[in-house]
């Protein structure tokens, strides 16, 4: 178990009362870094636990697996940074990691670090669900390009792009849809979902414009205050979330949230990295 506590100063540096506990040798299931800030200078907390499964040679490395980086973590180099080392120091050989918000997370860390994709896990769902359909890939956001881009080339589906604003923190606005989504079944792809604003609106725009349904899979589903209801209550078909974070008993309930488990790849990760065999031929 990893804990701490400190205060993110108005400067930019971080003071942390870190406690760190042993990880001993074995393979370990997957835990969640979450880490709460409510106003820049004010004090925040994390916590990080693992639960050792089944023992391997003393030889083979410590892996330690972390499916979700808050989004305040990733956004806060000094609390990352402060985060990778003690997962360092507590003896982890090695870090699995999924989707990071911020991919440049991985160099705070001095052992190797894998940023796994839940490409393939979404790739499985949507072939199943909707092969034979005239599918159209869309990012949310200029951001997530490279991510649809991949999608829809796996998928042999064409790809469209939502032109956002942001007026102001938390609130988003659709500008433009690059693409013709018309007669389309849209599958918009992100790594994490917050309040659930911008994936409701650009829901509302495709639709608008010609849209047959709309699908969201998000890697990260936060769902923080009322982005359950909100969702319920938006044009989307479907939104599909992986379990890198617990669902809420209200995404439990929730008629058009889904959840896709990531345990096993997390498992074959874990399985090649002790067979020291290639993790980037996953995807």
Not at 107 to 123: C, E, H, Q, R
């Amino acid at each position: 178990s990893i804990s701490g506590n400190g205060v993110d100063t108005t400067d930019g540096t971080t003071a942390n009362t870190i406690s760190a506990g042993t990880i001993t040798q074995g393979v370990y299931a997957p835990g969640t870094i979450s880490a709460t800030q409510d106003t820049p200078g004010s004090s925040f907390s994390f916590s990080q636990s693992y639960t050792a499964g089944d023992a391997v040679p003393s030889a083979a490395p410590t892996v330690g697996a972390v499916p979700n980086f808050s989004s305040e973590i990733s956004t806060t180099a000094g609390t990352a940074g402060d985060l990778a080392g003690t997962i360092t120091s507590a003896g982890a050989d090695r870090v699995l990691t999924i989707d990071l918000h911020a991919g440049q997370i991985q160099g705070f860390f001095d052992i190797p670090t894998d940023n796994l994709f839940a490409a393939p896990v979404f790739i499985e769902d949507i072939r199943t669900r909707y092969e034979g359909s005239k599918l159209m890939i869309v990012s949310p956001d200029v951001g997530g390009v490279v991510r649809a881009r991949s999608l829809a080339r796996r998928l042999d589906a064409d790809l469209a792009i939502i032109d956002k604003r942001r007026p102001k923190a938390g609130v988003s606005e659709v500008m433009n849809i690059i693409g013709d989504v018309d007669k389309r079944h849209c599958i918009m792809v992100d790594d994490i979902v917050d309040s659930g604003g911008t994936l409701c609106n650009a829901a509302a725009a495709l639709i608008d414009a010609g849209a047959i349904s709309v699908d969201a899979y998000v890697t990260h589903g936060v769902l923080s205050g009322g982005a359950v209801s909100r969702v319920a209550s938006s044009p989307l078909s479907s939104l599909v979330t992986t379990d890198s974070i617990p669902a809420t008993e209200a995404v439990r309930v929730a008629r058009n949230v889904r959840h896709l488990s990531v345990a096993p790849l997390l498992g074959e990760a874990i399985r090649r990295i002790n067979e020291e065999r290639s993790v980037s031929t996953l995807f």
